[in-house]
């Protein structure tokens, strides 16, 4: 996927809003990862997208970050059975499609969910409610 040039300062201003220091580095995959929409990836696939900025990060660093950013609320992460871990850039509530032909994963469309009332425990509350459709072909 091509990086769309985000502004740095938009960029910024967004990790900041976010409680993270904008370092160059995160500014750099913050314009790879947010210029594009709302998108689903792994780290691997940061990686793959990044080698061509003038400083690229490691694979370590592309970790570390995207923990950053999950831990922040600036990405969801999305475990699939696999042990591949994902990233969305959508965080509100919604579900997923995950392709296991393709190892695609997509979001399902409001439109095709079903309501979910399932009230929590005494003293507890919902903190999020994950569904991951698993696909392969017929």
């Not at 740095?8 to 201003?13: K, L």
């Not at 592309?62 to 992460?77: H, Q, S, W």
């Amino acid at each position: 996927m091509a990086q769309v040039a985000a502004p740095d300062g938009i960029v910024r201003r967004r990790l900041e809003a976010a409680g993270v220091r904008p370092t160059r580095q995160r500014v750099d995959l913050a314009r790879t990862i947010f210029g594009a929409g709302d998108r689903h990836f792994t780290a691997e696939m940061i990686y793959q997208e990044t080698r061509s900025i003038r400083f690229a990060p490691t694979l370590g660093t592309i970790y570390n970050t995207l923990n950053e950013f999950a831990r922040c609320g600036l990405l969801r992460e999305i475990a699939i059975y696999d042990a591949k871990l994902w990233y969305d850039t959508k965080t509100g509530p919604h579900f997923h499609f995950y392709s296991e032909d393709s190892e695609e994963l997509s979001d399902i469309p409001d439109e095709w969910l079903p309501a979910i009332d399932i009230p929590a425990p005494d003293g507890m509350r919902i903190a999020a409610i994950d569904v991951i459709v698993r696909l392969k072909k017929a």
